[in-house]
């Protein structure tokens, strides 16, 4: 594989910027470079010390476009992007109305990997290199997923959701069937490339306690996977898990009394919590997920970004297609941004930059691996333009510094600002200048 030498203006992190003053943690060059050798980072630096070290590295000079770690979607359902943007509901109707008929489809195999393939087009457009998504209750759903983003050399994890009650006939599983099937797939794609398991029940509310026993079983005997869920999005859904789980002590305790908490648990949401349910999350070392456009769409609530990093919370950062209203890590940074001000915040652009990448990454156990720009990470990269629309670009040249040149394309910037993305050093978008 030849080696290629990305130059232009690069931003990596060297510790959390939610620990240290933001702008400590993080390293921007003006005049940088990446250097890209057999999938992954071989080298980042200054563009002319690096270019002369490596005079046989094929050169793409991005000028003052910047070079980022790819964007990282820590929870999406990609079965729901054909149905993204769909009007008027709250959570429960909106499952009921738009979700759950959209789902039925993925029993067929053709459906599921033309949606896959459309879905992979789209967030790679959008510069979002690695996702962690829901699939349907059909097997044939989640081998559509993987094969796909096998195909593109794309990190990714993903499970078959899991639902024995609460929802239509044909979206139902077993207790058992839920075990065997999430076995079976665990087994086909766990460990394969560059592709994850994510174990999958979707929330307490469509699964029997036995179901989530069955699950919490399985993950005990394959810790190494992760497990996806969803915890306290609405307070109808708050109120309906009090209900159908008399005995447990939370929403949180419903999936804590099955094993589902600890370190590679990712709670979607997690906006309406309790004292407790915030110490054992912190405790047990599960990670919780912003969706901010999500949560403002459907009318969730207001997760506190900084409170939860604050008291020492995993948080990683997620569109939640389809019940987020973008594809966009963006547009989904701007929406945090909007949300911190109205819980009293305004985060760092650093900070957002950071849960879009590394956040996501610390979330999902695979910080070492991607969500960086560092020596020895996986080469999956995106290059932003920093003037992608006259609106931007007009705000972007009265800055002063590089976070106020930076800031406009998270409010406003979109898949125009994403000019090439790459994916284990593979070239796997790349856009003339103007698209
Ligand atoms: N809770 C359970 N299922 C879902 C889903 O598909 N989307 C969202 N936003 N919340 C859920
Ligand atoms: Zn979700």
């Not at 820590?74 to 009007?87: L, M, N």
């Not at 997923?145 to 979206?171: H, I, Y």
Request: aromatic content about 8%.
């Amino acid at each position: 594989m030849p080696s290629h030498l990305l130059i232009g203006q690069t931003l990596s992190f060297t510790a959390d910027p939610f620990a240290l003053p933001p702008e400590e943690a993080a390293r921007h060059q003006s005049r940088g470079a990446v250097l890209i050798e057999n999938g992954r980072i071989a080298a980042i630096g200054e563009a002319d010390a690096l270019a002369r070290a490596h005079p046989g590295a094929e050169r793409v000079d991005h000028g003052e476009a910047l070079i980022s770690a790819g964007f990282i979607d820590a929870h999406v359902h990609y079965p729901q992007t054909a149905i993204i943007a769909s009007w008027g509901k709250r959570l429960i109707d909106w499952l009921n109305s738009y979700t759950f008929p959209e789902e039925m489809r993925f029993g067929d195999a053709d459906y599921a990997a033309a949606v896959a393939s459309r879905y992979f087009d789209l967030v790679l457009a959008h510069g979002t290199t690695s996702v962690c998504s829901f699939c349907t209750i059909h097997p044939e759903s989640v081998d559509a997923f993987f094969s796909e983003a096998q195909r593109r050399g794309l990190r990714v994890w993903g499970g078959k959701t899991c639902m024995d009650r609460n929802a239509p006939d044909a979206l139902r599983d077993t207790a058992h069937t839920a075990h065997d099937q999430s076995l079976a797939l665990l087994k086909r794609w766990h460990g394969v490339d560059r592709l994850s398991y994510a174990i999958t029940p979707r929330f307490s509310p469509t699964s029997t306690p036995e179901q989530l026993e069955a699950l919490g079983a399985l993950w005990a005997a394959h810790p190494d996977c992760a497990m996806q869920t969803h915890l306290s999005e609405q307070r109808e859904e708050v109120a309906w898990v009090a209900e159908l789980f008399p005995q447990a002590r939370d929403y949180l305790d419903t999936y804590e009394r099955f094993g589902l908490v600890g370190p590679g648990a990712l709670f979607g949401h997690a906006i309406h919590l309790t004292g407790r349910e915030r110490a054992r999350l912190r405790e047990t070392g599960s990670a919780l997920i912003h969706c901010p456009t999500s949560n403002t769409f459907i009318g969730s609530g207001l997760f506190d970004t900084a409170a939860r990093k604050r008291e020492g919370q995993i948080v990683g950062l997620a569109t939640d297609t389809g019940g987020g209203s973008s594809f966009s890590m963006l547009r989904t940074m701007a929406a945090a941004y909007e949300i911190g001000q109205l819980t009293g915040t305004a985060l760092h652009p650093a900070q957002l930059w950071w849960l879009a990448t590394q956040g996501s990454a610390r979330a999902l156990r695979a910080d070492h691996l991607i969500g960086n720009l560092a020596v020895g990470m996986e080469a999956d990269l995106v290059v932003i333009d920093l003037a992608s629309t006259p609106a931007i670009a007009q705000r972007a040249a009265r800055a002063e510094n590089f976070w106020e040149a930076l800031f406009p394309t998270i409010m406003m910037g979109d898949d125009r600002a994403v000019r090439e993305v790459w994916a284990g050093g593979k070239r796997v978008v790349a856009k003339a200048a103007g698209q």
